[in-house]
């Protein structure tokens, strides 16, 4: 008796968004190391946090499959194409990361939509609120550093932003969830 609850399309599209993540990971883990070799220690410590939360939406996704009776597939993934120019590019490289993902992420809700598992479906809304969460967090990434003074940035306003990030918690609070006791 199979008891796969996910078609063979949408297992392969789990899997290829499980790799995805792991991606993300390798990405952030290189942009972590190249902010450290250049004396930036508190944002590669955010960007190495970021890294480790990637691999964990990717276990998210492993457990899955595994939760609906497939069989997850780890692949190999490429190593990051580019290294940034600058904090600015750097920043702007995590943005594009997320919308990147974000776009990955609409595909498995719109696939799952048409296949009609709910499951699936319902699964995949975490992952929507995620994404929205990490792009958000990205926009205050280019903020930040918009106003510390962008690519002409003094060494004083690189270094606060610095140790701003090194202690920044990832979760960026979402407005849709603000209520009138809690505006944040």
């Keep these: 008796m199979n008891t796969n609850r996910l078609s063979k399309a949408m297992?392969?599209?789990l899997i290829k968004q499980m790799t995805k993540e792991n991606q993300a990971s390798?990405?952030?883990?290189?942009l972590g190391i190249w902010a450290d070799t250049k004396g930036y220690g508190g944002i590669a410590n955010f960007l190495f946090r970021h890294a480790q939360e990637?691999?964990?939406?990717?276990i998210k996704i492993m457990m899955y499959i595994l939760e609906r009776g497939g069989t997850p597939v780890v692949e190999a993934v490429e190593a990051p194409k580019r290294q940034p120019k600058n904090i600015t590019d750097c920043f702007n490289m995590v943005f594009e990361h997320e919308v990147d993902n974000t776009n990955a992420i609409y595909g498995?809700?719109?696939q799952s939509m048409e296949e009609k598992d709910w499951a699936t479906w319902n699964f995949a809304q975490w992952f929507v609120k995620e994404q929205i969460e990490e792009e958000k967090l990205a926009l205050e990434l280019i903020d930040k550093l918009k106003i510390a003074g962008g690519d002409r940035a003094s060494d004083e306003s690189l270094f606060a932003l610095?140790?701003?990030?090194e202690t920044k918690p990832d979760e960026v609070p979402l407005s849709r969830d603000a209520?009138?006791?809690n505006p944040e």
């Excluded at 390798?26 to 290189?30: K, V």
């Excluded at 990637?54 to 990717?58: D, F, M």
């Excluded at 610095?162 to 990030?165: F, T, V």
């Design 11 to 13: 297992e392969a599209s």
């Design 26 to 30: 390798q990405i952030y883990l290189s």
């Design 54 to 58: 990637e691999r964990n939406h990717s």
């Design 108 to 110: 498995l809700v719109n």
């Design 162 to 165: 610095d140790k701003y990030l």
């Design 179 to 181: 209520t009138a006791e």
